[in-house]
Nanobody
Framework: QMQLVESGGGLVQAGGSLRLSCAAS????????MGWYRQAPGKERELVAV?????????ADSVQGRFTISRTRDSAKNMVYLQMNSLKSEDTAVYYC?????????WGQGTQVTVSS
Protein backbone atom coordinates (compact mmCIF):
# COMPACT_ATOMS: atom_id res chain seq x y z
CA GLN A 1 0.00 0.00 0.00
CA MET A 2 0.96 3.60 -0.41
CA GLN A 3 -0.23 6.73 1.36
CA LEU A 4 0.00 10.21 -0.14
CA VAL A 5 -0.35 13.40 1.88
CA GLU A 6 -0.49 16.81 0.22
CA SER A 7 0.37 20.09 1.88
CA GLY A 8 1.07 23.69 0.97
CA GLY A 9 -2.34 24.83 -0.20
CA GLY A 10 -3.94 28.02 0.99
CA LEU A 11 -5.26 31.43 0.05
CA VAL A 12 -3.16 33.64 -2.19
CA GLN A 13 -3.75 36.76 -4.24
CA ALA A 14 -3.70 36.63 -8.00
CA GLY A 15 -0.16 36.86 -9.28
CA GLY A 16 1.21 35.16 -6.20
CA SER A 17 2.91 31.80 -5.73
CA LEU A 18 2.42 28.61 -3.80
CA ARG A 19 4.40 25.40 -3.54
CA LEU A 20 2.52 22.18 -3.04
CA SER A 21 4.21 19.14 -1.57
CA CYS A 22 3.20 15.50 -1.64
CA ALA A 23 4.75 13.01 0.74
CA ALA A 24 4.51 9.34 -0.13
CA SER A 25 4.90 6.57 2.42
CA UNK A 26 4.57 2.82 2.42
CA UNK A 27 6.51 2.23 -0.76
CA UNK A 28 9.30 3.88 -2.74
CA UNK A 29 8.06 6.07 -5.59
CA UNK A 30 11.30 6.18 -7.51
CA UNK A 31 10.08 3.73 -10.19
CA UNK A 32 6.72 5.34 -10.85
CA UNK A 33 5.23 8.26 -12.66
CA MET A 34 3.60 10.89 -10.50
CA GLY A 35 1.48 13.93 -11.00
CA TRP A 36 -1.02 16.47 -9.88
CA TYR A 37 -4.67 16.81 -10.78
CA ARG A 38 -7.11 19.48 -9.70
CA GLN A 39 -10.84 19.78 -9.39
CA ALA A 40 -12.69 23.06 -9.26
CA PRO A 41 -16.27 23.32 -7.95
CA GLY A 42 -18.74 22.00 -10.49
CA LYS A 43 -16.00 20.82 -12.84
CA GLU A 44 -14.38 17.51 -13.64
CA ARG A 45 -10.98 16.59 -12.28
CA GLU A 46 -8.28 17.66 -14.73
CA LEU A 47 -4.64 16.82 -15.17
CA VAL A 48 -2.26 19.62 -14.19
CA ALA A 49 1.21 18.12 -14.50
CA VAL A 50 2.96 14.77 -14.62
CA UNK A 51 6.54 13.65 -14.12
CA UNK A 52 7.97 10.33 -15.19
CA UNK A 53 10.28 8.13 -13.19
CA UNK A 54 13.28 9.53 -15.08
CA UNK A 55 12.12 13.13 -14.82
CA UNK A 56 10.28 13.83 -18.05
CA UNK A 57 7.44 16.30 -17.54
CA UNK A 58 4.20 17.30 -19.18
CA UNK A 59 1.80 20.12 -18.36
CA ALA A 60 -1.72 21.19 -19.11
CA ASP A 61 -1.78 24.08 -21.57
CA SER A 62 -3.44 26.26 -18.96
CA VAL A 63 -0.47 26.06 -16.58
CA GLN A 64 2.43 25.71 -19.03
CA GLY A 65 5.13 28.25 -18.18
CA ARG A 66 3.65 29.03 -14.76
CA PHE A 67 3.78 25.70 -12.90
CA THR A 68 6.74 23.39 -12.38
CA ILE A 69 6.56 19.80 -11.19
CA SER A 70 9.57 18.15 -9.59
CA ARG A 71 10.40 15.12 -7.51
CA THR A 72 13.13 13.97 -5.19
CA ARG A 73 15.55 11.42 -6.53
CA ASP A 74 16.28 10.17 -3.05
CA SER A 75 14.05 7.13 -2.59
CA ALA A 76 14.12 7.64 1.16
CA LYS A 77 12.34 11.01 0.90
CA ASN A 78 9.56 10.14 -1.55
CA MET A 79 8.39 13.67 -2.37
CA VAL A 80 6.83 15.36 -5.36
CA TYR A 81 6.30 19.11 -5.63
CA LEU A 82 4.29 21.57 -7.65
CA GLN A 83 5.62 25.11 -7.79
CA MET A 84 2.83 27.42 -8.88
CA ASN A 85 3.67 30.96 -9.98
CA SER A 86 1.60 33.78 -11.47
CA LEU A 87 -1.52 32.25 -10.01
CA LYS A 88 -4.88 33.17 -11.48
CA SER A 89 -8.38 32.96 -10.05
CA GLU A 90 -9.10 30.08 -12.43
CA ASP A 91 -6.42 28.05 -10.66
CA THR A 92 -8.69 27.83 -7.63
CA ALA A 93 -9.35 24.14 -6.99
CA VAL A 94 -8.57 21.19 -4.80
CA TYR A 95 -5.23 19.79 -5.90
CA TYR A 96 -4.58 16.05 -5.71
CA CYS A 97 -1.32 14.19 -5.86
CA UNK A 98 -1.23 10.76 -7.48
CA UNK A 99 1.21 7.95 -8.13
CA UNK A 100 0.75 5.51 -11.00
CA UNK A 101 2.01 2.00 -10.31
CA UNK A 102 1.74 -1.07 -12.49
CA UNK A 103 -1.30 -2.35 -10.63
CA UNK A 104 -3.19 0.83 -9.68
CA UNK A 105 -3.16 4.57 -9.02
CA UNK A 106 -2.88 5.99 -5.53
CA TRP A 107 -4.38 9.36 -4.57
CA GLY A 108 -3.94 11.83 -1.77
CA GLN A 109 -6.79 13.52 0.05
CA GLY A 110 -6.25 16.85 -1.69
CA THR A 111 -5.27 20.35 -0.65
CA GLN A 112 -7.31 23.47 -1.32
CA VAL A 113 -5.82 26.30 -3.35
CA THR A 114 -7.81 29.52 -3.46
CA VAL A 115 -6.67 32.45 -5.58
CA SER A 116 -8.36 35.76 -4.90
CA SER A 117 -8.63 38.33 -7.67
Amino acid sequence: QMQLVESGGGLVQAGGSLRLSCAASGRSISSYGMGWYRQAPGKERELVAVIGNIGSTNYADSVQGRFTISRTRDSAKNMVYLQMNSLKSEDTAVYYCYVRTISRDFWGQGTQVTVSS
